[in-house]
T-cell receptor
């Protein structure tokens, strides 16, 4: 079982719709979770961090965490073509002080 | 404030050669981590350094080594390059225990 799993996509949504990206992780001891956006040929850009169960909102982005189900999600409201990118879910593994990334979900927003 | 900087941007090397990649963290950040990202995958953790000490090491061969300097900048060294070392090498800086911010990366091609 991979430590962090994401659906590779591509996920296609129309402009203005809500995009829902999901991630599951295997280490029950993980306490810190992150979403990064990566445009083609660029480096990952941090867009959200979440540490507690529940929802965290920042502009059009909402991160959701359920530690009991070992599940993290990212909702993007009013999706724009500029949101088209690969979204990487990352989990901090306390042992070794490292981030473990999923393979990423490709999001395509169609205008 | 300046973000994380990395040099060089691109590099082409021949099998068997060695390479040194450099990273300067965000001002005030004392932790630097290195990741390798191959096409279609999420970044893979290589090393983390904090206050010049190695705090974590990923599952990479001993050909990979790193160090951190008193000004918190860091170098990643790779010896005896293999074709499979071709990747985007990412440096991330953080305050200890907090979010990691990536630099633009160094694209290494081994021929």
């Amino acid at each position: 079982q991979k430590e962090v799993e994401q659906n590779s996509g591509p996920l296609s949504v129309p402009e203005g719709a809500i995009a829902s990206l999901n991630c599951t992780y295997s280490d029950r001891g993980s306490q810190s979770f992150f979403w990064y956006r990566q445009y083609s040929g660029k480096s990952p850009e941090l867009i959200m961090s979440i540490y507690s169960n529940g929802d965290k909102e920042d502009g059009r982005f909402t991160a959701q965490l359920n530690k009991a189900s070992q599940y993290v999600s990212l909702l993007i409201r009013d999706s724009q073509p500029s949101d088209s990118a690969t979204y990487l879910c990352a989990v901090k593994i306390e042992y070794g002080n490292k981030l473990v990334f999923g393979a990423g979900t490709i999001l395509r927003v169609k205008s | 404030d300046a973000g994380v900087t990395q040099s060089p941007t691109h590099l082409i090397k021949t099998r068997g050669q060695h390479v040194t990649l450099r990273c300067s963290p965000i001002s005030g950040h004392k932790s630097v981590s290195w990741y390798q990202q191959v096409l279609g995958q999420g970044p893979q953790f290589i090393f983390q350094y904090y206050e010049k000490e190695e705090r974590g090491r990923g599952n990479f061969p001993d050909r990979f080594s790193a160090r951190q300097f008193p000004n918190y900048s860091s170098e990643l060294n790779v010896n005896a390059l293999l074709l499979g070392d071709s990747a985007l090498y990412l440096c991330a800086s953080s305050l200890e225990g907090y979010e990691q911010y990536f630099g633009p990366g160094t694209r290494l091609t081994v021929t």
